[in-house]
Nanobody, 124 residues
Framework: QVQLVESGGGLVQAGGSLRLSCAAS????????MGWFRQAPGKEREFVAA????????SYADSVKGRFAISRDNAKNTVYLQMNSLKPEDTAVYSC?????????????????WGQGTQVTVSS
């Protein structure tokens, strides 16, 4: 059974940085796509970034492109989301997810396993 555990959230001032981690267990993730999503109060869950485990191919939402970076550490079975130049509108619960897909997918319905989420709050 796949288990995903996020960490690294917190409170940061606008312009600051945070690095989120997603520790994955339960199987090897070769051939999987790992994604980060976020959900702000009163809003729908939205795609943030994704990475193909095998070759590191990445994809980003336009709203975070150039500020966020997704990466993975094969040895630690961990996915990271480095968030720089944070804005108040980045405030949300961030969750990582796993998809059994060959190519990058951005729809939450394509992901079958989810972590519990970690809160990120950016103050102005």
């Amino acid at each position: 059974q796949v288990q995903l555990v996020e960490s690294g959230g917190g409170l940061v001032q606008a312009g600051g940085s945070l690095r989120l981690s997603c520790a994955a267990s339960g199987r090897t993730f070769s051939g999987y796509v790992m994604g980060w999503f976020r959900q702000a109060p009163g809003k729908e869950r939205e795609f943030v970034a994704a990475i193909r485990w095998n070759d590191g191919t990445t994809s980003y939402a336009d709203s975070v492109k150039g500020r966020f970076a997704i990466s993975r550490d094969n040895a630690k079975n961990t996915v990271y989301l480095q968030m720089n130049s944070l804005k108040p509108e980045d405030t949300a619960v961030y969750s990582c997810a796993a998809a059994r897909r060959v190519g990058i997918v951005v729809s939450s319905s394509d992901y079958f396993a989810w972590g519990q989420g970690t809160q990120v709050t950016v103050s102005s």
